[in-house]
């Protein structure tokens, strides 16, 4: 189990040593290296077991965030907030290219919204802006335990019944839907090469000939692949990552502020740890 939760919150621009912007850095590419190092170790665990999983916790806050190329590190502008919503985009878009690459090796990717959670992240983050005193509003009013908000993170790492080896977005212990942004394969697959580039000089060359291409959705259909193949896996969600593999059932996710009942089958809706 590898539960990738490390993260920054709320802080000014700042280049880290590497020469990243600080969220991006932090709450996106220690993750994505920090995987990508230890995914040998998991396949010879999902081998042996038939079940790993991969938590990527990212945050409700995604949904603000932006995927802009050429202001990946605030080269044409920059907020604090902004730049934390876009370091949790990443993640979910991380969850999906990262699933389409472990497809059928019995790992399971998931992302998640832990809720708001009494930690000292905030404090850490906007300490020097008015943003504090609402930080410390929310944390004496209807924030969660940092017990509570490991909830949703546990119940993906162990649940038995997720072991779908597919990627879902989860909130509250249930399942979410996805913005289309963070769905955009092509988008995902653009952001994967970026965080490649950087980060190869710390990957094995073993790790980097396996996982550093990017996969095209550009490219021709070979000889034998129909129109109607490549349609049929746009309508389904192949390449988002959201076609399950093995025959698994694939209910519709419920919609963000609808909690829709699932069968056995399906993904669950009770908080189990």
Not at 103 to 116: A, C, D, E, K, R
Not at 169 to 176: A, F, L, P, S, T
């Amino acid at each position: 189990i590898l539960i990738n939760n490390a993260g920054i919150f709320g802080h000014p621009q700042v280049m880290t040593e590497d020469g990243n912007e600080s969220h991006f850095q932090v709450n996106h590419l220690g993750h994505f290296l920090l995987t990508l190092e230890l995914l040998p170790i998991m396949l010879d665990t999902a081998t042996s077991t038939g079940d790993c999983r991969i938590v990527i916790v990212s945050s409700l806050m995604y949904n603000s965030g932006q995927f802009v190329p050429d202001n990946m590190n605030g080269e044409q502008s920059y907020g604090r907030i902004a730049f934390y919503g876009h370091s949790k985009l990443y993640n979910v878009m991380h969850g999906y290219a990262l699933q389409r690459r472990l497809q059928n090796f019995g790992i399971t990717v998931s992302s998640l919204h832990p809720g708001h959670a009494k930690t000292e992240i905030g404090e850490k983050g906007v300490a020097d802006s008015w943003m504090i005193y609402l930080w410390k509003a929310g944390k004496k009013t209807f924030f969660k335990t940092p017990q509570q908000g490991a909830v949703t993170a546990i119940n993906c790492a162990v649940n038995p019944e997720l072991n779908k080896q597919q990627h879902y977005y989860y909130g509250e212990c249930r399942v979410k839907t996805p913005s289309m942004l963070s769905m955009n394969a092509e988008l995902q697959e653009q952001l994967w090469e970026i965080s490649i580039n950087i980060v190869k000089d710390w990957i094995t060359p073993e790790i980097l000939e396996k996982y550093g291409s990017r996969i095209d959705f550009t490219k021709p259909k070979v000889d034998g692949e129909s129109t109607q193949n490549q349609e049929e896996e746009e309508e389904t969600g192949g390449d988002t990552g959201e076609t399950p593999p093995n025959n698994l059932p694939s209910d519709p996710p419920p919609s963000e502020d609808i909690e829709v009942e699932k069968n056995e089958d399906s993904s669950p809706v009770e908080e189990k740890v």
